[in-house]
């Protein structure tokens, strides 16, 4: 360790779990939600249907990650609020120290590191907001999704009961209203799919930019689970 | 936009839009007396008209036989056990007590077309012909105040009782006076509101009548709605489809006959019988689909071999009909049955949204602002561009002019 510094826990073991399902989940989905879009390979036209079923295997990968964000948003739900660790929620709240600190690491940032008025050791409100921005695509994905799903069960009947399809219904039919219908469910689930594309490239770029710069080691939080920080009582 | 939110509403408090198919012995038993009731009740009036089922039948070359084959179909897809079959027999022969009243507003008359050019009526077209249509702008021999007067007597002969047929969206704009009728220069939004206030029922018949349809689409000049955006405060059957399918206005005319009551409806006020299903689950070209042999360009190898039609842009996954089961003009073929995708025609704002031949991934949208139109992925790659450039533009700078932390201790003091 680099003299006069200390480290800091910041991601638990399953908070870092999550995140690289996510990312998993989320390449895969994009993957097989651009397929599906817009069959964009050639199977060929040679083979016999037995042994290829493309559409269906990319539709199958799509629901699968699918579920596996659904299950980690639930998670991440429960950690927001009870979790021990970061409590995101808190640094959410628009209080006057939140809104100063969302601007200073604005500011670190456009003045390329020259101007740093925050405390680097825990999560600062800045990537709170914008964590929770995925967290809100990524749910909104969910709703659409799930709407577009149940237009395939249209008898009413699922193998795991007409629960099922009942719920979704009831959870999702408000996206055919707002968004005008079926397609207009589709161009809002597809369009988001770029928001998340999007945001993947900056946060890639933020975490990366912040290692750099910072020289706080900020890229192995998700890795490691920890950073460095200056050791105030060293100063 | 109060209308959207207590739609909103209904959407949560309403049951799911599950169909239901089996509702259990105890109702249909309840609902066979109702309707034997309801037949022998009927069998008393008077016919309206003095068509006669039967003879038309002979006419045109269609046995008993062929008629009871009709009428089991017919059962089964109003979802009604085969022990009603006997009852649909009967209620066809009724229907020359059933009165209608027929308008024709901002279309092309297509619907009125589907059934008058059918090559050689088949039996859901001869039902249509002998209900007792009392007022029919397109078809009826009387024209002026003649028309006006018949449709004055019909209006006030069966008052509470006629089912009002509406094809053709309603424009709104310049007060209504893209669409006049009538020596007297009616608005057709004011015909229909008066034709609609006595009507047992009002039933709109393809996609203009329901959504707007073509001449509601995108810029809309006329101010072109349905007529559910206009009617309100009655039973409102929506029959959606470009043309609506005779199989579907005939099943919802018999069910009306038979029961006395609008078959169950959806969402968006279409029977459950005939869009409770999705086009793509039932669609003869699945199994091309989920294997991924797709139609690439017209008339190539996979045209040949009527693989899925889904990259020429067929609607059929979001599409909500019963095309792929009943199919067109009793039952000879329909749109993908002749190697051309599904255009979404039952759907809301159809034309705008489904109609253009290629997949939604590729179709250029309107932005909410207007203006440009791009497809979601040029959009979005556009999107990603600027992104990329913001972020090399800062990558940059900071590579020139960044300050990496602990290079100059005193000035971050």
Not at chain 1, 92 to 102: G, H
Not at chain 2, 121 to 143: F, N
Not at chain 2, 201 to 208: D, E, K, M, N, T
Not at chain 2, 295 to 307: L, Y
Request: glycine share 8%; net charge negative.
């Amino acid at each position: 360790m680099k003299p006069g510094y200390k480290k800091v826990e910041r991601m638990t073991p399953i908070m870092r779990i999550i995140h690289w399902v996510n990312v998993v989940a989320i390449v895969a989905a994009v993957v097989s939600g651009l397929y599906i879009a817009h069959p964009y390979y050639e199977t060929f036209i040679s083979d016999p249907a037995l042994d290829k079923y493309v559409m269906a295997w990319n539709r199958w990968v799509h629901f699968m990650t699918a579920i596996l964000v659904d299950v980690t948003s639930i998670w991440v739900a429960y950690l927001y609020v009870i979790g021990d660790k970061e409590r995101p929620w808190t640094k959410l709240v628009p209080t006057k120290r939140n809104i100063s600190e969302f601007g200073e690491v604005v500011l670190n940032a456009l003045t390329l590191n020259r101007r740093k008025r925050f405390d680097t050791k825990e999560m600062d409100s800045f990537n709170a907001v914008w964590f929770a921005l995925m967290h809100l695509l990524l749910i909104f994905m969910l709703f659409t999704g799930l709407q577009l799903y149940v237009h395939g069960l249209a008898s009413g009947i699922s193998s795991i009961g007409s629960w099922w399809p009942w719920m979704l219904h009831l959870v999702t039919d408000w996206t055919l209203f707002v968004f005008g219908g079926n397609m207009g469910v589709r161009y809002v689930h597809h369009m988001t799919m770029w928001l998340i594309v999007v945001w993947v490239a900056c946060h890639i770029y933020v975490q990366i930019w912040r290692t750099i710069y910072w020289q706080e080691g900020d890229i192995a939080i998700a890795f490691g689970g920890s950073k460095f920080v200056k050791d105030d009582k060293l100063d | 936009m109060s209308d959207r939110v207590e739609a909103v509403k209904k959407l949560f408090t309403s049951k799911s839009s599950r169909v239901e198919t089996n509702k259990g012995d105890t109702y249909y038993q309840d609902l066979f007396v109702k309707c034997e009731a309801r037949l022998n009740e009927m069998r008393a009036q008077a016919p309206a008209n003095r068509l006669d089922f039967s003879d038309l039948l002979e006419d045109n070359g269609i046995d008993r036989r062929e008629f009871m084959k009709w009428a089991s179909a017919t059962t089964a897809m109003l979802m009604l056990p085969p022990m009603f079959t006997p009852l649909i027999a009967d209620a066809v022969v009724m229907m020359n007590r059933a009165p209608v009243i027929w308008l024709e507003l901002q279309d092309c008359a297509g619907n009125s077309e589907a059934l008058l050019r059918a090559d050689g009526p088949k039996i859901d077209e001869i039902v249509l012909d002998i209900i007792s249509l009392e007022y029919h702008e397109t078809l009826q021999a009387a024209s002026g105040h003649q028309a006006e007067k018949q449709m004055e007597e019909a209006m006030e002969l069966f008052k509470g009782k006629y089912i009002l047929f509406v094809e053709g969206s309603i424009p709104m704009g310049m007060n209504g006076q893209y669409g006049t009728i009538g020596a007297s220069g009616e608005t057709f939004h004011d015909h229909l509101l008066r034709c609609a206030e006595n009507a047992a029922a009002v039933v709109a018949v393809g996609s203009c009548a329901t959504f707007g349809g073509i001449p509601a689409a995108s810029p809309n000049p006329t101010g072109a709605v349905g007529v559910m955006d206009v009617v309100k405060n009655k039973p409102l059957i929506n029959i959606p489809a470009c043309p609506a399918n005779p199989a579907n206005m005939v099943g919802v005319i018999l069910h009306y006959v038979l029961t006395g009551q609008v078959p169950e409806l959806d969402s968006l006020l279409r029977p459950k019988f005939a869009f409770g299903y999705r086009i793509h689950d039932n669609c003869e070209r699945r199994a091309h689909f989920d294997a991924g042999e797709y139609v690439e360009e017209w008339g190539d190898a996979g045209a040949q071999n009527n693989f899925c039609l889904y990259k020429m842009g067929c609607k059929g996954p979001m599409t909500f009909n019963n095309c792929s089961i009943v199919r067109y003009n009793e039952g000879v073929n329909w749109p993908i049955g002749v190697g051309r995708g599904c255009i979404g025609c039952s759907e809301p704002d159809f034309w705008d949204k489904y109609a253009y031949e290629r997949p939604m991934a590729d179709a250029k949208i309107k932005a909410p602002t207007g203006g440009v139109e791009k497809s979601v992925d040029e959009f979005g790659l556009g999107l990603l561009t600027a992104t990329a450039i913001g972020i090399g533009i800062h990558a940059a700078a900071s590579a020139v002019a960044g300050k990496k932390s602990g290079e100059c201790e005193g000035e971050s003091k």
